[in-house]
């Protein structure tokens, strides 16, 4: 390039005209730093610059050179190398740490991004920022709880998969949980009664959409006949115990839950790996002895007093709401199917049948049928035992006679056949 082409960028260009223009005192260097969006005694150094280098003063002295960071093409060769034979599937961030905690390189997250992708090992991934609208927390402790299952290796290998089913208070942070094996219906609301003994009923629970608490299915015949939609075993338990269900249409949505699930998954996590945790039932124990310290540390004030959470009513059995319902039908032989096995009522009258029973199934295996709300007496019978009828049904059928309507029958009275004598004698003869 020519010497006496200097190269610069537009802002640059732009900036030179004003400092000519200050240079031959067409305008003031205070009206010239308004223009320019610079303070006076910066004008004044870049007025210095442009009589000592020319229009060279106007651009910074860094420009083109070399970043004293830079790192050698040997060491970059070998940072890769060494990135592509053992850490081939690990993204920039924790290669980095990985090759920091092992002493093998030292290098800064970004540039080694940078050498992963023009070595085209690493792909940019543009991901489209969603904007979620900020909801304030609730004012009272027990207005709003969120509810959710976190699925996690929270023993590290060291002991089998577990679900922790956590709860947390919207208005103050206070959290709860417990260990199970799964995520599911038992699950759910054997926590849930747990945690109405501790803090009694909340004003509403704040869930996701996962098949255990909301189902997809139609509405049944009865429950459109009630005007109601279809629910799942957790949704009609919270309408019976009273408790508003909120469905949240996205996780950040309940973003108080997560959080806290990942603040446990770190913390919970290396808590138990220090006290050598290897079963469920010493992570339950554990967790009763952790939560008041993890409370103490993350919980906060409530912006109102008062808390909004209800004992639970006297007239209310937990045991006779957190389990299954279902209603099946007492077919002729006064037999109810129930999961492929097979009750008789042991006191049976005519009006059951065809009429429907409710089933509860408890979750320690004990079955109530009710009919007309009293409980049924059953006996489980085997499909052989089934086919042959158990208990007789004597079905009375009466005949019915001949009817003869009485002599004032109105059809007797208008009927033209029952009185041709009376038309004949009305008659003449011809």
């Not at 409710?358 to 049924?376: A, N, P």
Request: aromatic share 6%; proline share 4%.
């Amino acid at each position: 390039m020519h010497e006496d082409i200097i190269p610069m960028k537009r802002r640059d260009a732009e900036r030179l005209r004003i400092i000519h223009k200050v240079m031959d005192r067409h305008l003031k260097q205070a009206e010239a730093g308004e223009i320019l969006g610079l303070c006076e005694r910066q004008i004044r150094r870049i007025v210095a610059a442009v009589r000592e280098a020319g229009a060279r003063g106007v651009i910074h002295g860094n420009r083109g050179r070399e970043s004293g960071r830079k790192q050698g093409d040997g060491i970059k060769d070998k940072i890769l190398s060494l990135v592509k034979t053992r850490y081939s599937d690990y993204g920039p961030t924790l290669a980095v740490e990985t090759m920091a905690e092992r002493g093998e390189a030292t290098v800064s997250r970004e540039t080694l991004r940078k050498w992963m992708i023009g070595a085209e090992m690493w792909q940019v991934r543009r991901r489209r920022k969603k904007i979620h609208p900020w909801r304030e927390r609730k004012a009272h402790e027990g207005e709003m709880v969120q509810m959710d299952g976190s699925h996690h290796d929270w023993l590290e290998g060291r002991g089998p998969k577990m679900v922790l089913m956590g709860y947390i208070d919207d208005a103050t942070g206070r959290a709860w949980g417990r260990f199970y094996d799964y995520e599911g219906v038992e699950p759910a609301m054997d926590s849930l009664g747990r945690y109405i003994g501790l803090s009694g009923l909340p004003q509403s629970i704040y869930l996701d959409k996962h098949s255990t608490y909301k189902t997809n299915r139609q509405a049944d015949t009865d429950e459109l006949l009630r005007g109601e939609t279809a629910k799942t075993q957790v949704e009609r338990a919270l309408g019976e115990l009273g408790v508003q269900v909120i469905h949240a249409h996205s996780s950040q949505a309940k973003g108080r839950v997560e959080r806290n699930f990942r603040t446990l998954q770190d913390r919970l996590v290396k808590a138990m790996r220090l006290a050598g945790i290897k079963t469920r039932e010493e992570a339950n124990e554990f967790l009763e002895a952790y939560w008041p310290r993890h409370n103490a540390r993350f919980a906060k004030e409530p912006r109102e007093r008062g808390d909004l959470h209800r004992p639970l009513p006297k007239s209310l059995k937990l045991a006779e709401i957190l389990c299954l319902k279902a209603k099946r039908s007492i077919n002729n032989g006064f037999l109810i199917k129930w999961r492929s096995r097979l009750f008789v009522v042991q006191t049976p009258s005519r009006g059951m049948i065809g009429q429907k029973t409710e089933v509860w199934e408890h979750f320690d295996g004990r079955l109530d049928f009710r009919w007309q709300g009293r409980s049924l007496e059953v006996r489980e019978v085997e499909k052989t035992e089934a086919a042959k009828p158990s208990i007789p049904v004597v079905i009375v059928v009466r005949k019915k006679g001949k009817y003869i309507p009485p002599s004032d029958h109105p059809w007797r009275r208008h009927n033209p056949r029952l009185h041709h004598n009376c038309y004949l004698e009305r008659i003449e003869p011809l």
